[in-house]
């Protein structure tokens, strides 16, 4: 269905938005830690994938802000506090140097694994062809993220300006940029803490994107203004 009153500028987020870069862990974890089946061994790869994915999602649940511009670091000690869950359960205990080959591989995985989603380059540049000013509003280490970005009118990367989402002045940073207020402005991304709460306090429209339609987490509160599962959804059928 055709999109009436398009904004006159968008915040995209970057990572599982206009890319796949870190949905669903578990089945790059579950990849690696049978990579690795040997070394584990007698430790089937699906269990320890299992301890790896809870031990980073706790970690991530509490982590600073400083711990995404160190994405490398933080899978170390995420790998290590999986193998210490392990073994205070009275498997066997893991090796660091394991454990930081593990994190390593995980992360050359993740970018060999990376891929623009079907369609988000075209829909980016009919919003362009539009008129509308869009920015990159990404959180990440800067030498990460600028190799992947173009296309945009302004592009804001935690790394590179020391603040990101979900500060205010992320997105207050980004419009002033662009030169418009939280009426004129859509954001867009697949974090409902960063691209829906947090942009609706200012005001701005909130997109969330569910690329693999899973939904709404069950029980949750936030209510995004629009759901989507592509970029190409918000381009007009005349554009498309």
Known sequence: MAVMN????????????????????????????????????????????????????????????????????????????????????????????????????????REEEMFVFPGAHEAIDAFKALGIKLALVTNGAADMQRAKVERFDHIQIEGEHGFGKPEERAYLHAMQALGVTAADTWMIGDNLEWEVVAPQRLGIYAIWMDVHGVGLPEGSTIKPDRIIRSLSELVPVAQR
Not at 25 to 41: D, K, M, R, S
Not at 60 to 80: C, D, H, N
Not at 90 to 104: E, N, Q, T, V
Request: proline share 7%; no cysteine.
């Open 6 to 109: 398009l904004p006159r500028a968008m915040l995209i987020d970057m990572d599982d938005t206009i890319l796949s870069a870190y949905g669903r862990p578990e089945i790059a974890w579950n990849a690696i830690t049978t990579e690795f089946a040997a070394e584990l061994a007698p430790l089937p790869p699906d269990q320890v994938a299992t301890a790896l994915l809870a031990s980073a999602r706790q970690f991530w649940s509490t982590a600073e802000p400083i711990w995404r511009i160190k994405l490398g670091e933080a899978r170390r000690l995420t790998v290590k506090g999986g193998f210490a869950a392990l073994a205070a359960a009275g498997h066997r205990s893991l090796p660091d140097d394991l454990a930081d080959r593990i994190a390593d591989r995980f992360t050359a995985y």
